[in-house]
């Protein structure tokens, strides 16, 4: 008999694996659809979500390849874009970047109030980007990399739906930032595997990640300790938060998108309450996996973080390990990610800022 409901699990494992149905996912997956689908349903927008087992590569979502506003987790694929650029050797850590007026946003960041001239290195620059959401920085980086660039790498990697339409204003065309859950799944994907760009570049992109300020999203309902690597996005009446998270046993990609929000707060509580039904049946989804005895994708090696200060400085150094190996395809099958060491990350409230 136990060979039996093996012999079923495996099967169902296998009919989701080569599915694009949501709901072919056994087990508690498939009891997360239904949740899902069920907070859509009442959802106060238009929203999009994927979430996707690291371990075994099952997939549950919602509207996932819907095509939405990005507001500023498109400023993940500028970062991507900038390692790109590093490991060709046109780019450097250390180069300075001089404030130009025309980088200027004033919706969001400190950089808008710096003098005109000021010099900030690519690190300082990438750390403020992601953790602060700082505008000015992001344009700056943009300016360096072109935006032309970052949209033909998004191509590359096969992200149909990502584009950067123009530089980040506050008071400019929401419209013109785009993605969708999908894409953001296969590049944090790609990240977690420590395939995007090459291993050194995945790892420092996952620590630049983990040291987001704006926690008040997705994190908010995760249990302390779970280590989070995202990026949120926030912009009239847009709100999204995309990440890794690295829950022991059952690391999962997770993004949510949403937009037409009535109110920003009517965001917060469903993106909140999507974390939470994805955190506590995946949970039981990697019981349900050891019961059933099904089979989970090869471990990666340990892997450390480095520190996240390094980057916070315009004079720090970081000297990369061997990335000569390329970057392999996003749709090859990956082993799951090793969850990296703790980051402590302040737990703000959550604010009104744009992008």
Request: charged share 15%; aromatic share 4%; with cysteine.
């Amino acid at each position: 008999m136990r060979f039996i409901r093996t012999a079923l699990a495996c099967a169902a494992l296998f009919i989701a694996l080569h599915s694009t149905s949501f709901a072919a996912a056994p087990g508690p997956l498939g009891e997360l659809q239904l949740q899902l689908s069920s907070l859509s349903m009442h959802a106060p927008g238009n929203v999009g979500i994927v979430i996707k087992d690291l371990s075994t590569g099952l997939t549950s979502g919602v509207n996932a390849s819907a095509n939405m506003p990005a507001a500023s987790i498109i400023k993940i694929p500028v970062m991507v874009e900038v390692f790109r650029q590093m490991s060709l050797g046109t780019v450097g850590l250390n180069d300075l970047l001089h404030l130009q007026r025309g980088d200027r946003d004033n919706g969001w960041g400190d950089l808008a109030d710096a003098r005109t001239g000021t010099p900030y290195s690519v690190s300082k620059l990438m750390w403020l980007m992601i953790t602060e959401s700082d505008n000015t920085a992001t344009n700056m980086l943009i300016r360096r990399v072109g935006r032309s660039h970052i949209n033909a790498t998004m191509h590359d990697l096969g992200l149909a739906q990502t584009r950067l339409g123009d530089y980040i204003r506050s008071d400019g065309d929401i419209r013109s930032l785009r993605s969708s859950p999908n894409d953001m799944m296969k590049l944090l994907e790609a990240m977690a595997q420590e395939r995007l760009i090459d291993a050194w570049s995945s790892r420092a992109m996952i620590t630049i990640l983990t040291g987001q300020h704006h926690n008040g999203l997705l994190p908010q309902p995760l249990p302390s300790g779970i280590q989070i690597a995202h990026k949120t996005g926030t912009l009239h009446d847009t709100l999204n938060d995309v990440g890794i998270v690295y829950m022991e046993n059952t690391p999962y990609i997770i993004a949510v998108m949403t937009t037409h929000l009535p109110t920003l707060d009517s965001g917060r509580r469903f993106i909140r309450n999507v974390s939470s039904a994805a955190f506590h049946q995946l949970a039981r989804f990697a019981t349900w996996r050891e019961t059933n005895s099904i089979p989970t994708l090869a471990k990666l090696p340990t892997y450390t973080a480095p520190d996240a200060t390094m980057w916070q400085t315009p004079n720090d150094v970081l000297t990369p390990v061997d990335s000569s190996a390329s970057a392999t395809s996003m749709n090859e099958p990956q082993p799951p990610p090793a969850a990296p060491a703790p980051v402590n990350t302040p737990d703000p409230n959550a604010s009104n800022h744009p992008l």
